[in-house]
């Protein structure tokens, strides 16, 4: 009886380690009819191309189609569209139908930043920072200054990994940027960020001719409060252009100087 038991129980095993082999020896010998290629977000984000993905694919001059599945290097292929910052997830995976799927899924960026030190960059989501390779521009804040993005955060590696970044400016950066772009009225009036050597901040608007110093990011959701309740208030009878800067760097205060 217990044998009997044992070769019941047995069978499940048996058969979940048959159905792979099986399905991966029928497979091998299938031969790959199409390439697949799948982008999360094409239509909000255009950070790759079907083309660009399909010769990553390739490499050098790599043929896939017509080839047997059981000699496409999923693996190979993979790691070369791992390549890709912009991309959150690139998987590679073959079906029984002879189709070779590239599934990309783009990151969600959050900011663009052009530091005083060179190059062009976006800030995603989940706080990881990717080379602007081509000419799409997302309509995204952008920050500039004195933005160190030397180290592990050019190495894949998110600012909120504190091992990365020497300073928080980033993050303090990224939390800023985050409670802007809940906010509909700020969202629409911040257009630039400028951060200095010193870490203090001016925010350049969209509406007036005048700079925002917002000092440090301490207390920033306090500062715009201050600053919106004299947007309300003031603004309509001395007029938009009145001021060449407004300063919210002392607590509950709001410091203007009149344009010369």
């Given amino acids: 009886m217990r044998t009997v038991l044992k070769l019941v129980l047995l069978i499940p095993v048996l058969y979940l380690f048959a159905i792979p082999v099986y399905y991966a020896l029928s497979c091998s010998s299938v031969i790959c ?19 660009g993905l399909l010769n990553l694919a390739r490499g050098n001059n790599e043929k896939i189609v017509g080839q047997p599945l059981g000699n496409v290097q999923v693996g190979d292929i993979e790691k070369r569209i791992k390549v890709l910052r912009e991309l959150r997830v690139a998987e590679v995976y073959t079906t029984i139908d002879g189709t070779v799927h590239l599934y990309a899924d783009q990151r969600d960026p959050v900011l663009r930043i052009i530091p005083d030190s060179g190059g062009d960059f976006f800030l995603d989501e989940e706080g990881y920072i990717f080379r602007k390779r081509n000419l799409y521009n997302p309509r995204l804040h952008i920050a500039g200054g004195s933005i160190d993005l030397s180290g592990l955060v050019l190495q894949n590696i998110s600012i909120f990994d504190t091992s990365a970044t020497k300073t928080n400016t980033l993050r303090d950066l990224y939390h800023f940027i985050k ?33 925002i110093h917002l000092g440090t990011f301490e207390n920033y959701e306090g500062k715009l409060r201050n600053l919106a309740a004299f947007y309300e208030k003031v603004m309509p009878e001395a007029g938009w252009n009145k001021y060449s800067s407004i300063s919210l760097e002392f607590r509950d205060q709001v410091v203007c100087r009149r344009r010369q």
Avoid: C, M
């Fill in 33 to 51: 009819s199409d390439i697949n290629i799948e982008i999360v977000d094409s239509s909000d984000y255009h950070f790759v191309t079907e083309q």
């Fill in 179 to 211: 409670f802007i772009d809940k906010d509909a009225f700020w969202s629409a009036q911040i257009d630039q960020i400028y951060i200095d050597n010193r870490n203090r901040v001016d925010l350049v608007p969209r509406a007036g001719s005048h700079i």
